[in-house]
């Protein structure tokens, strides 16, 4: 059975199993004696406030419920909990790769390892995940990575040199979490309602719940256009792009503060793509979100430790071109007329599994495959008819040579990246 990999960020945990991604948001709802976690917890926040709870990732320990919340005794009991509702609906795998935030301590990690022996699966791997994220990009010198928690946000520093990248320290940015920014837009939005409708969305929790469930397809639709419209209990406000880029001033300031230079890569965690204002102010690259599957594939081989306590990983080589090449050994200078050859890419990371690239035709989809020359150099192939084709941002043409490090833009949709596997 395949490794399932499990990202913990309690603004979205998510786990990959095979074809399967869920997401589950850190929140835990008690009903009826049980439990209930992620979506349908959230959907009851603003309902039943007094019975949902949302820091027991964050405040992950063994000391007492404080509110108290039915039969559970500490935070541990509900990560366990939720633990165990992921685990079935993902089908059952028998082992995990576990992603964590560089703000988890260390007796944090170790209970979570603890929590995870009493679960009908085995932690196989423990890793940074800003340092698995940070891997598959070409960089050098120092690097930040921003995630947004549901208390926090976190600024993980990280620096990438003779070709590999690790972990520095992590700065919690407090007042910047998930819950805080959307208070902040529901303010915002609520303003709106009232100037143009008087209706005020926030004096009932029935109709405030719906303003909150309404925000996230809002923010969607604020990415391709400057305006949208929000529909609460048959009232309806248009809602600007800039009514809602203050939320999300005081965070991008406290980024900007910590970065204290210029020219340094920064990369964003893709909540931070729906904040409006946010990208433009701290112009870094958004991730995707199948980044962390594909890193976590990638260095499968170095992160499963089966046999052993599991270490946390917090240095891995880079993946990305520059990277590759850093790698490599070092060969004569070439001709002052010869451009310098790229690294030859071994794999397509696809989803969470690393296919090898076979010689006579890796298929892409869509009348799309990957040929390896007589100078074995790979190239695009384009069948007649074939479908549309990204490499790195680009349309792709059909010969077109590639190398490892390009993104890829498949037919139906799907991204994949070409990397280099060392034997």
């Not at 930040?144 to 520095?168: D, K, P």
């Not at 006579?360 to 150099?377: A, C, I, K, V």
Request: net charge negative; charged share 20%; with cysteine.
């Amino acid at each position: 059975m395949a490794i399932a990999c499990l990202d913990i960020n309690d603004s979205n945990l998510q786990l990959w199993h095979g074809d399967k991604r869920l997401q589950s948001p850190g929140y835990a709802l008690l009903e009826g004696g049980q439990y209930r976690f992620g979506s349908d917890a959230r959907a009851a926040a603003r309902l039943r406030p007094r019975e949902v709870s949302t820091r027991y990732w964050w405040q992950l320990s063994t000391d007492p419920l404080q509110p108290a919340l039915g039969p559970a005794r500490h935070s541990a009991d509900l990560v366990h909990a939720h633990l165990l509702e992921l685990h079935s609906a993902a089908g059952h795998p028998g082992e995990l790769l576990l992603a964590a935030p560089g703000s988890m301590r260390k007796e944090q990690l170790a209970l979570l390892l603890g929590i995870i022996q009493q679960c009908p699966f085995d932690a196989v791997g423990l890793v940074n995940r800003s340092v698995a994220l940070a891997s598959l990009h070409a960089a050098d010198g120092p690097l930040f990575h921003l995630e947004i928690q549901l208390h926090q946000a976190l600024l993980s520093e990280l620096r990438a040199e003779n070709g590999n990248v690790t972990f520095q320290r992590a700065t919690a940015l407090p007042g910047s979490g998930l819950l805080q920014l959307q208070e902040r837009v529901v303010e915002a939005a609520a303003t709106a309602f009232i100037r143009q409708t008087r209706f005020d969305p926030r004096r009932r929790a029935e109709t405030e719940q719906q303003l909150y469930d309404a925000l996230p397809a809002a923010l969607q639709q604020l990415q391709q256009s400057n305006e949208t419209s929000l529909t609460v209990n048959g009232y309806h406000a248009r809602i600007a792009r800039a009514d809602l880029e203050a939320a999300s001033a005081t965070l991008a300031g406290s980024v900007s503060s910590s970065l204290g230079q210029a020219g340094v890569t920064l990369l964003l965690d893709p909540l931070a793509a729906l904040l409006p204002g946010l990208r433009e102010r701290l112009a870094g690259t958004i991730l995707h979100a199948t980044d962390l599957p594909r890193a976590l594939a990638a260095h499968e081989g170095l992160l499963v430790q089966r046999a052993e306590a599991l270490d946390f990983v917090t240095s891995l080589p880079q993946l990305g071109e520059r990277a590759a090449a850093a790698q490599a050994p070092a060969a004569p200078p070439p001709a002052a007329a010869a451009p310098a050859e790229a690294p030859r890419p071994t794999h397509l990371l696809l989803g969470n599994r690393a296919r090898p690239l076979q010689a006579d035709g890796t298929s892409l989809g869509g009348g799309w495959s990957l040929l390896q020359g007589s100078n074995e150099q790979w190239q695009l192939h384009a069948a007649s008819g074939a479908g549309g084709l990204e490499r790195n941002g680009q349309p792709a043409r059909d010969s077109e040579a590639v190398a490892s490090g390009d993104r890829l833009r498949l037919p139906d949709g799907a991204d994949a990246l070409l990397i280099t596997v060392s034997a």
